[in-house]
């Protein structure tokens, strides 16, 4: 059903009936891992459907069966997460790292190409350049300010042109925000797709979404989420999300049912939760993040800083920042100006800002990518990505700015 209500003012009700749960205005977690059926021609029906054997019929939703399948915890939620990124369908996960890796699973099989951007999140490379490559799916590197002609040359150059299965890209990269033109991808997605197959474009939009950027509507085919992060964002918790249309979500639905890889119905309630709040947090986080930027920029120890913001309007990444994204978001990163010595110097006297890894949440988080996030990044790509001895990373949350400010200049003096 389409409704011309804005998601946020949903997050609070939509596809929830009260009347089926003894008139509780919010769902109550539904700590069951089993359903009863009313009869058994019931089953039998319910069976059909989730198993593919026969079409929904119109107006027909999936019978609760069994917890691994569905569960009305994880499909209000699911409807709620589809609301942002208009999108047909949703599967949410126990932990991004499980969205991302069904998806890749389910998309390449052996002897498949896989393309993707560089630098991707750690456990996403750890997955394409490992796992996958044990299984012989074959994969090239690609970096953000590659142009298609470069990319496509790649491709051609790979000897497995005729085996591009997917592309899969993260942007804004972390951690220094550099950003991939999705529709650019998309029509080299296209360039390669048959008729017999589709090459399929997957987006990681953890950095952006769903409240900034949402790249079904450039042209992807799913686009992934960790959760964890800004949607759960009280560092409380692991999930995961895809979502997509309805030919992709079935398949990727299908594989989550016997990988078993499902969020939990108390993971659910805690992303509902937070769904509520999802705008209002973000938003204020870009607010803060606007602030601090500004406080950075000309700041006499700092020699870079990475903020979407402050991007120069002769910049060519200027144009793809205005065309995927409604704000600058709330990650920052930039270089002290020293090396490691000065850089864990700062950190260690950061009080409100706590050093760890993970972003998105209610509390500012620090860490420095060269020995944490990014440390298994060959040197080689450490230098031509700018992670340096020297580069912080900073996930702004909704604290008061000025306190945030106070914070770091009490840092910065430190240093001195
Ligand atoms: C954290 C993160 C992931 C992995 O998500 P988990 O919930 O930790 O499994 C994937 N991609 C990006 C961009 C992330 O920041």
């Not at 929830?16 to 009313?38: C, D, N, R």
């Not at 994880?74 to 709620?80: G, M």
């Not at 060959?378 to 700015?401: C, D, F, Q, W, Y």
Request: charged share 20%; glycine share 6%.
């Amino acid at each position: 059903m389409k409704s011309k209500l804005q998601p946020e003012s949903l997050m609070m009700t939509h596809g929830y009936k009260p009347e089926l749960s003894e008139g509780a205005v919010k769902p109550p977690i539904f700590q069951t891992s089993t359903f009863a059926f009313k009869t058994a021609e019931e089953g039998k029906s319910f069976f059909e459907v989730a198993y593919g054997l026969r079409e929904k019929e119109a107006g027909e939703e999936t019978g609760l069966i069994y917890s691994r399948i569905n569960n009305p915890n994880l499909e209000i939620l699911e409807d709620r997460l589809c609301l942002w990124d208009k999108a047909d369908q949703c599967a949410v996960f126990e932990s991004g790292m499980s969205a991302i890796s069904t998806v890749l699973l389910e998309f390449l099989k052996p002897g498949d190409l896989l393309l993707y951007s560089m630098p991707v999140y750690g456990g996403t490379d750890h997955f394409i350049n490992y796992f996958l490559k044990s299984i012989g799916v074959e994969s090239i590197g690609f970096r953000p300010n590659q142009s298609k002609k470069e990319i496509t040359a790649q491709i051609e150059a790979s000897g497995f042109t005729s085996k591009l299965a997917m592309i899969y890209i993260e942007t804004p990269a972390n951690p220094t925000n550099e950003l991939i033109d999705i529709s650019l991808c998309k029509t080299i997605a296209e360039h390669y797709s048959t008729k017999d197959k589709k090459v399929y474009l997957a987006v990681d939009n953890t950095y952006m979404g769903p409240i900034w950027s949402h790249p079904l509507a450039h042209g992807a085919d799913l686009v992934m989420y960790s959760a964890t992060k800004y949607i759960g964002g009280h560092s409380d918790l692991i999930a995961g999300a895809v979502l997509g249309n309805n030919e992709v979500m079935q398949r990727i639905k299908v594989l989550r049912t016997f990988l078993g890889n499902m969020a939990s119905p108390n993971t659910c309630w805690l992303l509902m939760r937070s769904l509520e709040t999802l705008k209002v947090r973000m938003e204020q986080q870009a607010r803060n993040a606007h602030e601090i930027a500004r406080f950075l920029k000309d700041h006499p120890q700092v020699s870079n800083l990475y903020y979407l913001g402050t991007i120069n309007s002769s910049d060519p990444s200027f144009k793809i920042y205005q065309k995927q994204y409604s704000s600058a978001g709330a990650m920052i990163a930039f270089e002290i100006k020293g090396t490691e010595r000065e850089a864990f110097l700062f950190l260690n006297n950061l009080k409100l800002i706590k050093l760890a890894v993970s972003l998105g949440s209610t509390e500012s988080l620090v860490q420095h990518p060269a020995t944490m996030t990014h440390a298994g990044v060959s040197p080689e790509l450490k230098k031509a990505i700018g992670i340096t001895e020297g580069l912080i990373r900073i996930s702004i949350g909704v604290e008061n700015h000025a306190d945030l400010i106070a914070d770091i200049t009490a840092a910065f003096h430190a240093v001195k």
